[in-house]
């Protein structure tokens, strides 16, 4: 009899320990403390949900962190994939790959692997932010002064889920919305030649250096030690030719226009609902 009740008593720790072990932790993003403005809540409903239902935590291992101001909200979720009973031992087994010092930052202290994109030139899925997202999926990146980084990473992987606020989706065309012309990344010496070219040769309304005051005199200097010129062409209908012109021209690394490159889009809204464009 005692026998019997003892492995009764196991059997029941094991069972909770089991369920324990399977009973998702993860905050409910409509139950956290409101954060300061409407704009930032949306980013975050955006993001945790663009999380929730592409990361696959059983077969993904090496994930894109991006840039910006939405995909902090990328990174506090995974950070909470770590640490929930029920996806933790997968979660910790993911390796982050960032697309530049800021996303290295939010992958560290958000508790999660940091890897580089040279251990791991194939990742599994990237998360990242953008300027704006046409109505085909086409994007504008690079406003936060990241762009290179953010194409070597999301064309390395396998799926690219853009996380945004409401005011990213275009109506229709790119630069209705994203109206600081088109980041490009140039190599420094070559910055004179570009402008002129971007005006001459492919008639662009107006292109400027970008500049880094009030935080610092003279030209914005991205991770690669290059400088981004904002180049304006006003609506963008064909921005696959307009990405292949730009590129063409001498002194440009790579343009902030990510063509048939990203999978889906979510774009949070202020009263919590989010929008998704396939
Ligand atoms: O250079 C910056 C990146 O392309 C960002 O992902 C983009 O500017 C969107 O940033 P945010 O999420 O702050 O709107």
Redesign the pocket.
């Known amino acids: 009899m005692r026998f019997m009740l003892r492995n009764l008593t196991n059997l029941a720790q094991f069972s909770v320990r089991r369920s324990a072990r399977n009973m998702s932790t993860l905050p409910d993003v409509h139950h956290l403390p409101q954060l300061h403005s409407t704009l930032e809540q949306a980013?975050r409903f955006a993001a945790y949900r663009a999380v929730d239902e592409n990361l696959d935590y059983l077969n993904h291992r090496v994930i894109g962190v991006?840039?910006?101001?939405?995909?902090i909200y990328v990174a506090e979720r995974l950070g909470q994939y770590l640490l929930d009973p029920k996806y933790a031992v997968h979660a910790s087994q993911f390796v982050c790959i960032p697309t530049g010092f800021q996303s290295k930052g939010l992958i560290l202290t958000n508790g999660l692997r940091l890897g580089t994109i040279e251990q791991h030139p194939s990742l599994d899925i990237v998360f990242?932010?953008?300027?704006e997202v046409d109505v085909n999926l086409q994007l504008i990146?690079?406003?936060?002064?990241?762009?290179f980084q953010?194409k070597l990473v999301s064309t390395s992987a396998a799926k690219f889920v853009v996380?945004?606020?409401y005011r990213?989706r275009s109506p229709k065309y790119l630069g209705t919305n994203w109206v600081k012309g088109v980041?490009i990344e140039v190599v420094p010496t070559s910055y004179i030649r570009v402008l002129s070219d971007l005006k001459t040769k492919l008639k662009c309304k107006n292109a400027v250096l970008r500049q880094g005051a009030p935080a610092k005199a003279g030209p914005v200097v991205t991770d690669n030690c290059n400088f981004i010129i904002d180049a304006d062409f006003g609506e963008i209908e064909h921005p696959e030719i307009l990405h292949r012109d730009i590129k063409m021209l001498v002194g440009v690394v790579e343009t902030?226009l990510f063509i048939d490159n990203a999978s889906k889009a979510y774009f949070g809204n202020p009263d919590g609902s989010v929008d998704l464009r396939v």
């Open positions: 980013k991006g840039s910006g101001s939405t995909v990242d932010g953008a300027d990146k690079g406003g936060g002064g990241c762009l953010e996380v945004a606020d990213k980041p902030g």
